[in-house]
């Protein structure tokens, strides 16, 4: 039997980035995202305060309901924004998993930038994110994605793809 990967991606599925950079710059990311704001937020330690995105208990669940079934893997796949804070990032973002309690649930792989998210891919991967270039550069490596908006069908892309 062979092994799938089902990838979560952290930003925009399980924590709500967009909101705490909200709640600090007054605008979002799209709107004032450049180097001196994302040196600040990072040196705050902001990534470890994260709230939890919408449907996260809802997808959490489920992803405990299916830890132990034979042949598959569930792991975050999330970027650390690039290469200048990519130590920085990914420890905050490790212990906002820790934090949350899900660690154990899912470890964490931290790649420097969204594009490497692709590398990862093949027939027998699943990418569950919110960015649709993502899904998209993923599916074209190989794999299979789906853009997340809601929890449910989050939930029922990854049950398509475990029950092929």
Known sequence: MMTKVVYIDMDGVLCNFESRWFETFGEYPRQSFNKSNWTTF?????????????GYQELIDYLQSIKD????RLLILTSSGGFDFHGEVTGQKIAWLQRQGIWNLLHPIVVPGRRFKKHFADPSSFLLDDHPENCAQFIDAGGVAHEYKVATDGIKAIESFLSK
Do not use: C, M, Y
Not at 43 to 53: A, H, K, M, P, V
């Open 42 to 54: 990072v040196s705050q330690g902001l990534f470890t305060e994260l709230d939890t995105f919408p």
């Open 69 to 72: 079934r034979k042949g598959i």
